[in-house]
């Protein structure tokens, strides 16, 4: 599906991308997102739980702080986010209060992933569409962990 302008599903995983090495080069766990409205980036992070020293700082917690200042407003329904791991369940929780109108993630998380969860905790009008740059995205997530044991 793409957006309004015409950059397409990919293109922005590819800014979240951005985002998620950025975090990789600060030690941070490397997730990145970035949130869309009417085809604009309105809002672009990463995680800085520990730069932060602040568990709930992961991307899509502080992309939606953004994008709402961005907006002047709490609910995103009209937005989408790109994230490049599919959201936990305190960050679906957010989204979901959020009203995000749709979640677009590379990765899937089978841990820690909102989709593991019977109900869904997303809001009942958010779409969810996974497995976008999926390998670029989880290769970046192993290669991290790969180098924190080492």
């Known amino acids: 599906m793409s957006e309004k302008i015409g950059f397409t599903d990919e293109y922005y995983m590819q800014q979240a991308l951005k985002e998620a090495r950025e975090a990789f080069r600060k030690d ?41 200042e961005t907006l002047g407003g709490k609910y995103l329904n009209g937005c989408t986010l790109y994230v490049t791991l599919e959201p936990c369940t305190m960050c679906a929780g957010a989204l979901s209060w959020a009203q995000i109108g749709r979640i677009v ?27 976008i740059l999926a390998e670029e995205c989880g290769s970046l997530v192993k290669d991290f962990f790969k180098r924190k044991r080492s």
Do not use: K
């Not at 672009?44 to 502080?62: C, G, K, P």
């Not at 993630?105 to 497995?131: I, V």
């Open 28 to 68: 941070e766990v490397p997730v990145g997102a970035v949130i869309v409205c009417e085809g604009r980036i309105i809002a672009r992070t990463h995680n800085l739980t520990e730069t932060l020293n602040d568990v709930t700082a992961h991307a899509e917690i502080l992309a939606i702080t953004s994008a709402s």
């Open 105 to 131: 993630y590379g990765a899937s998380d089978p841990q820690r992933g909102f989709s593991r969860l019977t109900p869904s905790p997303l809001h009942p009008r958010t779409e969810a569409l996974g497995g």
